[in-house]
């Protein structure tokens, strides 16, 4: 069975660029997780939705950074305009939510290595 | 809110070692606990599971318990191997669907 897809594995941009990230959970999941992970703040939750609806935003650093689930096959993480500070791993995951949602793992993707120069 | 502490590495073991990784967590209501694995490159991949007091989840010889009274689920395994040289997350994940995980703690285990 196919993971979660992340593109692109890699990404190089200017300062000031748009940035795109996209992400495909695992099909019939009804949760999906995008973090952020730096060496300096670890792993960061930023947004995660249900059913396509997103729950929790709290974690997204500020508006610059913007995401969307259109459909239960992909979603969107987009950073505009980028700065270096900007440069991380970040990850999209899903999970299930059978059995009131707690206790199925998330399953994450390869992530996408960002770099702002 | 919820959190979870980690018990902060690096941490160096020397093949077939004991491991300890202790974990804490603050929650409210009753999460289900999780160990995750990282490996260079990739994705954390789930190790193991619990979902209630006192249940243990075990795979590939790592074992964490569900401990309720003291809040806990430290990682165990009682001989490591080269290849569990990893980073190591623990996690919660709360009744409202969100997972809050503990800052990593990094393994490496010389042969």
């Known amino acids: 069975d196919a993971g979660v897809i992340q593109s692109p594995r890699h990404e190089v941009t200017e300062m000031g660029q748009e940035v795109t990230l996209r992400c495909k959970p695992i099909?019939?999941?009804?949760?999906l997780f995008w973090y952020r992970q730096t060496m300096m703040r670890g792993l960061e939750l930023l947004i995660y939705?249900?059913?396509?609806?997103?729950?929790?935003d709290s974690g997204m650093p500020e508006d610059r950074f913007s995401a969307k689930m259109p459909n239960a096959s992909f979603s969107t993480l987009k950073i505009q305009p980028s700065e270096p500070r900007d440069s991380a791993v970040y990850f999209c995951?899903?999970?299930?939510?059978?059995?009131?949602?707690?206790?199925?793992?998330?399953?994450f993707g390869d992530g996408t290595r960002l770099s702002i120069l | 809110g919820d959190s979870v502490t980690q018990m902060e590495g690096p941490v160096t073991l020397s093949e077939e070692a004991f491991l300890t990784i202790n974990c804490t967590y603050t929650?409210?209501?009753?999460?289900?606990l999780f160990w995750y694995v990282q490996y260079p490159g990739e994705g954390l991949q789930l190790l193991l599971k619990?979902?209630?007091?006192?249940d243990k989840g075990s795979n590939k010889g790592f074992e964490a318990t569900y401990r309720k009274e003291t809040t806990s689920f430290h990682l165990e395994k009682g001989s490591v191997q080269v290849s569990d040289s990893a980073v190591y997350f623990c996690?919660?994940?709360?009744?409202?669907?969100?997972?809050?995980f503990g800052d990593g703690t990094t393994l490496t285990v010389k042969p």
């Open positions: 995951a899903s999970s299930l939510a059978a059995g009131g949602g707690t206790n199925q793992p998330q399953h």
């Open positions: 099909s019939g999941h009804d949760y």
């Open positions: 939705f249900n059913n396509n609806v997103p729950i929790d």
């Open positions: 929650a409210t209501g009753y999460p289900s």
């Open positions: 619990a979902t209630k007091a006192d």
């Open positions: 996690a919660l994940r709360n009744n409202a669907g969100k997972s809050t």
